[in-house]
C-alpha cells in the first residue's frame, strides 16, 4: 500500500453506535490530521497530530475522539452522532511542520451517513 | 477575515482551451506556502502545486502554473490545454510559517471541461 488508507469506505451509522474510522500513511509523515467536509462548505480542520501529540483541537465536540498510537495510525472514534455529523471525512498526512513548504497528502476519504 | 478566499464556485471551459481559477489570500506572516489541490467526485483530494513566498519565479507542474501576484496576495491556478478528466473541484489552501500547523483551505471552484 502506499500513500494515506482509510477504511472504510462508506459507514452507516445510528446515533447510538459505536464506530471508528482508521487511517495509515506509508510515507513516512510525522504529522496527521482529520478533516470533516460538508457539502458546500469550506474543510474543517478537525484534529492535527504531531509526532503522536495532540497539537490542534478545532473546538471539536466530544462525540469525536482522536487516537494516534503512532506516527503512521489515527483514529476517529464515533459515538452518538448526529444527523449533521453525515460528511466526507478525511485524513491527511505531512512532513515537518516548518517551514511551510510540505503539503498534505489525502487519503480517500470516509462517506459517513448517520440515521 | 477570510484566510482564503475563491469567488468562483463554478466555472466552464472548452476542452483544449486554457483556463484561471482565482484564489486571494490573507496573511501577516512573511513565510508561507500556497497550494492547490484537485478534488474529483471520488471525493480524493490530490496535490497539484505548491508557491512559497519567498519564491521568485511562479511555480509550474506540467499543464498546470500559478500565477502568483504577491502584493496582490492572489496565486490563481492555471490549466493549460484543459482534459475531460480536469473536471473536478478545486480548492486553494494556504500553510503560515508561524503556525504551521493549520492549512486553511477556500470553499473551491467546481470546474467543469465542455467536449
Given at each position: 500500500?502506499?500513500?494515506?488508507?482509510?477504511?472504510?469506505?462508506?459507514?452507516?451509522?445510528?446515533?447510538?453506535?459505536?464506530?471508528?474510522?482508521?487511517?495509515?500513511?506509508?510515507?513516512?509523515?510525522?504529522?496527521?490530521?482529520?478533516?470533516?467536509?460538508?457539502?458546500?462548505?469550506?474543510?474543517?480542520?478537525?484534529?492535527?497530530?504531531?509526532?503522536?501529540?495532540?497539537?490542534?483541537?478545532?473546538?471539536?465536540?466530544?462525540?469525536?475522539?482522536p487516537e494516534c498510537?503512532?506516527?503512521?495510525?489515527?483514529?476517529?472514534?464515533?459515538?452518538?452522532?448526529?444527523?449533521?455529523?453525515?460528511?466526507?471525512?478525511?485524513?491527511?498526512?505531512?512532513?515537518?511542520?516548518?517551514?511551510?513548504?510540505?503539503?498534505?497528502?489525502?487519503?480517500?476519504?470516509?462517506?459517513?451517513?448517520?440515521? | 477575515?477570510?484566510?482564503?478566499?475563491?469567488?468562483?464556485?463554478?466555472?466552464?471551459?472548452?476542452?483544449?482551451?486554457?483556463?484561471?481559477?482565482?484564489?486571494?489570500?490573507?496573511?501577516?506572516?512573511?513565510?508561507?506556502?500556497?497550494?492547490?489541490?484537485?478534488?474529483?467526485?471520488?471525493?480524493e483530494?490530490?496535490?497539484?502545486?505548491?508557491?512559497?513566498?519567498?519564491?521568485?519565479?511562479?511555480?509550474?507542474?506540467?499543464?498546470?502554473?500559478?500565477?502568483?501576484?504577491?502584493?496582490?496576495?492572489?496565486?490563481?491556478?492555471?490549466?493549460?490545454?484543459?482534459?475531460?478528466?480536469?473536471?473536478?473541484?478545486?480548492?486553494?489552501?494556504?500553510?503560515?510559517?508561524?503556525?504551521?500547523?493549520?492549512?486553511?483551505?477556500?470553499?473551491?471552484?467546481?470546474?467543469?471541461?465542455?467536449?
Amino acid at each position: 500500500e502506499t500513500g494515506v488508507t482509510q477504511t472504510p469506505r462508506h459507514l452507516v451509522m445510528g446515533m447510538t453506535n459505536k464506530k471508528s474510522l482508521k487511517c495509515e500513511q506509508h510515507l513516512g509523515h510525522n504529522a496527521m490530521y482529520w478533516y470533516k467536509q460538508s457539502a458546500k462548505k469550506p474543510l474543517e480542520l478537525m484534529f492535527v497530530y504531531n509526532f503522536k501529540e495532540q497539537t490542534e483541537n478545532n473546538s471539536v465536540p466530544s462525540r469525536f475522539s482522536p487516537e494516534c498510537p503512532n506516527s503512521s495510525h489515527l483514529f476517529l472514534h464515533l459515538h452518538t452522532l448526529q444527523p449533521e455529523d453525515s460528511a466526507l471525512y478525511l485524513c491527511a498526512s505531512s512532513q515537518d511542520f516548518r517551514p511551510p513548504i510540505y503539503e498534505q497528502y489525502f487519503g480517500p476519504g470516509t462517506r459517513l451517513t448517520v440515521t | 477575515a477570510q484566510k482564503i478566499t475563491q469567488t468562483q464556485p463554478g466555472m466552464f471551459v472548452q476542452e483544449k482551451e486554457a483556463v484561471t481559477l482565482d484564489c486571494t489570500y490573507d496573511t501577516s506572516d512573511p513565510s508561507y506556502g500556497l497550494f492547490w489541490y484537485k478534488q474529483p467526485s471520488s471525493g480524493e483530494m490530490i496535490f497539484l502545486i505548491y508557491q512559497g513566498s519567498y519564491d521568485q519565479q511562479n511555480a509550474t507542474e506540467g499543464r498546470y502554473s500559478l500565477n502568483f501576484q504577491k502584493a496582490r496576495k492572489s496565486a490563481n491556478l492555471v490549466i493549460s490545454a484543459s482534459q475531460l478528466g480536469d473536471s473536478a473541484m478545486y480548492f486553494c489552501a494556504m500553510r503560515e510559517g508561524d503556525s504551521g500547523n493549520q492549512f486553511y483551505f477556500g470553499t473551491g471552484t467546481s470546474l467543469t471541461v465542455i467536449p
